[in-house]
Nanobody, 124 residues
Framework: QVQLVESGGGLVQAGDSLGLSCAAS????????MGWFRQAPGKEREFVAA????????DYADAVKGRFTISRDNAKNTVYLQMNSLKPEDTAVYHC?????????????????WGQGTQVTVSS
């Protein structure tokens, strides 16, 4: 089992950048494919980005492609989400997620473990 703790959220203006981090517990972080999701008030949780165990393969939602970058540092048990050119519609609680997998190159939109989330608010 893995525990996930997000950090880095805050209040920014449209066009600004913000970086999120997600620290994972345990010694097997490299065994997990990782992802980021977000949930805005009154809306369903939606996929944002995913990264394979190796960090080589990534996947993005169309709404963030070209603006957000997901990365990971397996030595630090951490996954990151760099968000550039932020828009008011990016306002949401951002959650990281983990899925244990034997497939090194897998990216997925289905996860088993979730963090509590960090609030990102983008003002216009």
């Amino acid at each position: 089992q893995v525990q996930l703790v997000e950090s880095g959220g805050g209040l920014v203006q449209a066009g600004d950048s913000l970086g999120l981090s997600c620290a994972a517990s345990g010694r097997t972080f490299s065994s997990y494919a990782m992802g980021w999701f977000r949930q805005a008030p009154g809306k369903e949780r939606e996929f944002v980005a995913a990264i394979s165990r190796s960090g080589v393969i990534t996947d993005y939602a169309d709404a963030v492609k070209g603006r957000f970058t997901i990365s990971r540092d397996n030595a630090k048990n951490t996954v990151y989400l760099q968000m550039n050119s932020l828009k008011p519609e990016d306002t949401a609680v951002y959650h990281c997620a983990a899925r244990r997998t034997l497939t090194v190159m897998l990216t997925t939109r289905t996860y088993d473990y979730w963090g509590q989330g960090t609030q990102v608010t983008v003002s216009s």
